[in-house]
């Protein structure tokens, strides 16, 4: 059994992935701001820890990762079109939880991020989604520089659609959609397959089930 730290905790993404690691002999721990979220969250199957990640130090996010075996980065600015979140959040939180991990001597680590983010975007492009794309294209860049056993999850446009358990992963995709429940399912299957580690895939909808589309990435 693994104890999985989970920053972001009680995102979309997150609370999908939680019950997928308790099926699969994990112990979830969901790190959220505040303790409100905790009756939700352990009714689905997770240990909750405080972490508010726009307001620690590194050596907050090594304490909240005390214990732990992997970190996943699930953590987002949300749709609200604050630019300055995305950069407190979406980079910011990355930024603190490689320093916190790397404190706490927490080598594995599997991030969530975003298709397409080191393509250049178009000058006319909305200030927030440049800040969106920067931030996570930064955060890349710095955990693969790391030296943890990083992997980089980059999904296309989420939807809320029922998992279907297939989907195309590789390291560059054509653009589409992919529901929550599968880059859920996806991150679960990484934490558990040694062989994805220094892997950066895109990931969306497809026809190949979750475990061969990961196996067949790292072959």
Not at 7 to 15: F, K, M, T
């Amino acid at each position: 059994m693994s104890r999985i730290a989970i920053v972001g905790g009680n995102g979309q993404i997150a609370r999908l992935l939680h019950p997928l690691l308790v099926q699969a002999g994990h112990t979830p721990v969901a790190l959220v701001r505040t303790a409100s979220y905790a009756p939700d969250l352990e009714a689905l199957g997770a240990e909750v820890g405080i972490l508010d990640i726009e307001n620690s130090r590194p050596e907050d996010y090594a304490t909240a990762f005390e214990g732990a075996d992997a970190v996943v980065f699930a953590a987002g600015g949300g749709p609200d079109g604050n630019a300055e979140r995305k950069r407190t959040v979406d980079l910011g939180g990355s930024l603190g939880s490689i320093a916190g991990a790397r404190q706490a001597g927490v080598e594995r680590f599997v991030q969530i991020s975003a298709i397409g983010v080191d393509q250049p975007v178009p000058d006319d492009t909305e200030p927030v989604w440049k800040e969106y794309v920067a931030a996570k294209r930064d955060a890349d860049k710095a955990l693969r520089a790391s030296g943890l056993h990083w992997t980089i999850i980059r999904p296309g446009r989420l939807t809320d659609d029922p998992p279907t358990g297939t989907v195309t992963l590789a390291p560059e995709v054509e653009r589409g959609d992919v529901t929550r429940g599968d880059v859920a399912a996806v991150v679960a299957t990484v934490l558990d397959e040694p062989t994805s580690v220094g892997h950066q895939w895109e990931l969306v909808g497809g026809s190949t089930a979750v475990v061969d589309a990961v196996r067949s990435a790292t072959a």
